[in-house]
C-alpha cells in the first residue's frame, strides 16, 4: 500500500526545460512535483552560466541566463507544483497499481508518470590540460564563472572553441580591458552569428590554431600564459583564465533503469517523447533521435509534445488534443477531473 501523495507528473530535473515541463503540466490541469539535485532551480545554466546571453528562446532579443530562470519560476509558480530541491533520485519502481516510485536519499515519491528533464546529468568540467592550471584553479583560472563584473579591467583568456567558449569571450568583453581567446583549431564548433562577432569586437584577439603550452604565475597571482601557435610561442600577459573546453557528462543512476540509450542519452519516439518504459518521457538534452537539436527552443517544443502524451496517457477518455488558443488551466482540471 502506497502511503505517500501521488502526483499525476513529476519533472526531474530543474532546469529550464524541465521548469517549463512543471508549468505545462500544471496548464493541462496535472498535480506536479519537480525534484532537483541542485540547492536552486535553473539547472547547468544557472549554476554555471548566470551571466550568459541566450539567443535563442521566442520574444527575446536577447535574454541573461538567470533573468530567463527568474521569468520560467515565475510563470512555473502560478501552478503552485511541489519543488524539492538537493534531492538526487537513486532508483525507480513500479508498483502493482501501476504508480512510480522514486527513491531519493531523503524519501521516497509516489507519481502516475515522469518527465525527464535532466540534461547531461551531472556535470564535471574539462580541466586544461597545461602545466601550472591545477595551482591556479579558483585563483585565476575558473570553470564556473563568477559575475561579469569580476573581469571589469581585467586581461583575460578564453580557452576553447564552441558556444560556451565563445560566448564567454563576448561576454567578458564587455568588461575586460582585452580579451584573448585561443582555440587548436581555425573552424570553431559555435553558431555563426557568434564567431562573427567575436572577430568584429575590437578588444578581442583570435588565436588559431593555438593551444595554452604554460601558464605562469608570482607565488598565488596568476600573471601570464605562453600560447603556442604551430611554431611559433608567444607570451601575453593575463589576470584570469575561463576554461571553456566543456564538461563530462554523467546521467547517475539512470543508467540503471532499463531504458533504451545511445551514446550516453535516452531513446525517445519525437512524436511523444515517450522512452520505452511506459509512463515515462523525455526531454532536452538527454534525449536522442533523428533530427535532435539540442537547443533550449528545441527543449520547449518538446516539452509541449511530451505533456500532450501525458495527457492522453493518464486520461485516455480525453478526445483530441489541447490548442494554446484555447487552453485554460480551469478547463483542463475540469475535463480532467
Request: a neutral charge; glycine letters at 12%.
Amino acid at each position: 500500500m502506497i502511503t505517500t501523495e501521488i502526483f499525476d507528473l513529476t519533472v526531474i530535473g530543474g532546469g529550464p526545460v524541465g521548469i517549463f515541463g512543471a508549468t505545462m503540466g500544471g496548464l493541462h490541469g496535472m498535480k506536479v512535483k519537480i525534484l532537483e539535485t541542485l540547492s536552486d532551480l535553473g539547472g547547468q545554466l544557472y549554476a554555471l552560466y548566470p551571466e550568459k546571453p541566450i539567443y535563442d528562446v521566442a520574444g527575446f532579443p536577447m535574454v541573461i541566463a538567470k533573468e530567463l530562470t527568474q521569468a520560467l519560476i515565475a510563470q512555473m509558480q502560478r501552478y503552485d507544483p511541489v519543488v524539492c530541491t538537493e534531492e538526487s533520485v537513486e532508483s525507480v519502481e513500479s508498483s502493482d497499481e501501476g504508480i512510480f516510485l522514486l527513491r531519493t536519499h531523503k524519501g521516497m515519491h509516489a507519481t502516475r508518470a515522469i518527465l525527464l528533464a535532466v540534461g547531461i546529468g551531472s556535470f564535471t568540467p574539462r580541466k586544461l590540460p597545461v602545466p601550472g592550471a591545477e595551482e591556479y584553479e579558483g585563483r585565476g583560472i575558473y570553470y564556473f564563472v563568477p559575475k561579469l563584473q569580476h573581469f571589469t579591467g581585467q586581461r583575460v583568456l578564453v580557452v576553447g572553441g564552441g558556444d560556451t567558449a565563445v560566448d564567454w569571450a563576448l561576454s567578458v568583453s564587455r568588461h575586460a580591458r582585452e580579451v584573448n581567446l585561443v582555440h587548436r583549431r581555425n573552424a570553431f564548433r559555435a553558431l555563426k552569428e557568434g564567431v562573427r562577432q567575436l572577430h568584429e569586437t575590437p578588444n578581442i584577439t583570435v588565436n588559431t590554431p593555438c593551444e595554452v603550452a604554460e601558464i605562469l604565475g608570482e607565488g598565488t597571482k596568476l600573471t601570464g600564459a605562453v600560447i603556442q601557435c604551430q611554431q611559433e610561442k608567444r607570451t601575453v600577459a593575463i589576470d584570469s583564465i575561463i576554461g571553456g573546453l566543456g564538461f563530462h557528462p554523467n546521467l547517475g543512476p539512470l543508467k540503471t533503469w532499463n531504458l533504451d540509450m545511445a551514446n550516453g542519452t535516452i531513446k525517445v519516439s519525437s512524436d511523444s517523447m515517450a522512452t520505452n518504459r511506459p509512463g515515462i518521457f523525455a526531454v532536452g538534452d538527454a534525449v536522442s533521435y533523428p533530427g535532435k537539436v539540442k537547443l533550449i527552443a528545441a527543449g520547449f517544443g518538446e516539452v509541449g509534445i511530451a505533456i500532450a502524451k501525458i495527457r492522453s496517457y493518464l486520461h485516455p477518455e480525453l478526445s483530441g488534443l489541447p490548442h494554446s488558443s484555447n487552453m485554460k488551466q480551469s478547463k483542463m482540471a475540469a475535463e480532467i477531473s
